[in-house]
């Protein structure tokens, strides 16, 4: 016969049970408990009959707006993990690290050239931190950014392949193009604010450190012109003998309006002035004016003292001094090379390379990243001084490149945009046979 073995009950389970208090308290909240399950059944009904249009109308719009499912795949996030995060902070740290190294060794350099002129021409101590070293830093930056990314790559992949990280990346099932995405998109953020800082930011900067130097470094601007002929408008020829950018006068001025290829209007002035604090372009006042318009064999003569009067054109087309074209930002480097073209001047050329010039630059931090990249990805034997030597070596014969085939187009007639994107052009090919080996 089966023996049956009963466990002792605790005497202190059993006054826990009999305990009258805890019966009332549980009792106590179980009332609670059921009447804020009622309250929430009558809210439940109360919504479903008198809120029922609002949840149809909220269904219909989801049901409209399904195809913006389609935003989620944009997100950066979705793409980046652990692995992407480790690589993106190396990449950017290095980079910057390596810009503040170089750009603080620049600097030293710079003050030790031009302490004597400073000190010369009495240069305050705000001026030179503010107006000068401010915008020489982005300036300097962004003009060997492409080193610094190439650098910056072949610097931490080189570490990382000594330290047979990138083996065990690739060991764990991640393809060299799986590898590249981080590389990818720290190059994104690196070439859009290389764009930035080159289209919108850097100009500004570079007319107050043209300012300065005309002042503290006695490198003198180009402030007048000679014998000036442009055409401001079709059909419409205006000349001044001279012109001075100070104080933003012209002298000997004349404005000519022919139609079919004959004079119709002739305008003359002693003096004619740009204005300067007016809300919109192209105003300026003439004085000792006279105009002689020609109606077939009749001639109308007007004059007066002071005349305000539209003309298209600005103090910018009358006077050109070295490196005007990197004070302008892209829009305003766009419409005064819509404009140049239209009065029929050949002297846009400048203009253009240096337009096309600064989107060029930003996509080189792409093909450059994949260069450094592919060449660095492997384990020698040596360290990453090799690479280091290669890098710098491709580098400056980029920069090299850039100088020169902008000189081409500037004085060969060589095409602008063909110019600017000729040594991402070649380099991309290089790329490509690199990226290709690198798996392998």
Known sequence: MEKFHYRPIRQKNIMQLKSFHNIKKYHKLYRIGRTWQRRAQKQKVWRHEHLAWLYK??????????????????????????????????????????????????????????????????????AIVFDYYLNFIPYFANLFSALFVFIAV?????????????????????????????????????????YVLAAYVIPHGTVVKQNFESLYKNNKKNTAAENVMLQVEKGVI????????????????????????????????????????????????????????????KEVVTSGAVKDTMITMEPTDLVYSKGQQETFTSP???????????????????YQVEYHKRIASS??????????????????????????????????IYIMLQTISATFAINAGAPPMLAAWTPNLLYAIIAYFCYRQAPN
């Open 57 to 126: 109308m909220c269904s219909w719009i989801a049901h409209k707006l399904r195809f913006l499912r389609v935003l989620k795949y944009l997100n950066i996030f979705r793409y980046i993990h652990r692995l992407d995060w480790y690589i993106i902070k190396k990449f950017i740290g290095t980079y910057f690290f390596s810009i503040m190294l170089i750009i603080s060794i620049s600097i030293v350099f710079d003050v030790n050239e031009n302490l004597a002129k400073f000190t010369q021409y009495h240069a305050p101590l705000k």
């Open 154 to 194: 072949i610097f931490f992949t080189s570490k990382l392949a000594g330290n047979s990280e990138i083996i065990a990346m690739l060991a764990a099932g991640n393809s060299f193009k799986r590898l590249m995405r981080p590389y990818m998109i720290s190059c994104g953020f690196i070439a859009i604010l290389s």
């Open 238 to 297: 205006a000349y001044i003998q001279h012109y001075d950018n100070n104080t933003k006068t012209g002298y000997g001025f004349s404005l000519d309006k022919f139609e079919n290829k004959k004079l119709v209007s002739h305008m003359t002035a002693m003096q004619v002035q740009y204005d300067t604090i007016s809300d919109s372009k192209y105003h300026w006042k003439a004085q000792n004016w006279k105009i002689r318009q020609l109606r077939g064999l």
């Open 332 to 350: 305003e480097l766009k419409e005064y090379i819509s404009k140049q073209i239209n009065r029929g001047s050949s002297n846009v050329v400048r």
């Open 363 to 396: 996509f080189a931090a792409f093909i450059l990243t994949i260069i450094g990249a592919s060449l660095s990805s492997r384990k020698r034997k040596g360290g990453m001084g090799l690479y280091l030597g290669l890098g710098l070596a491709l580098s400056f």
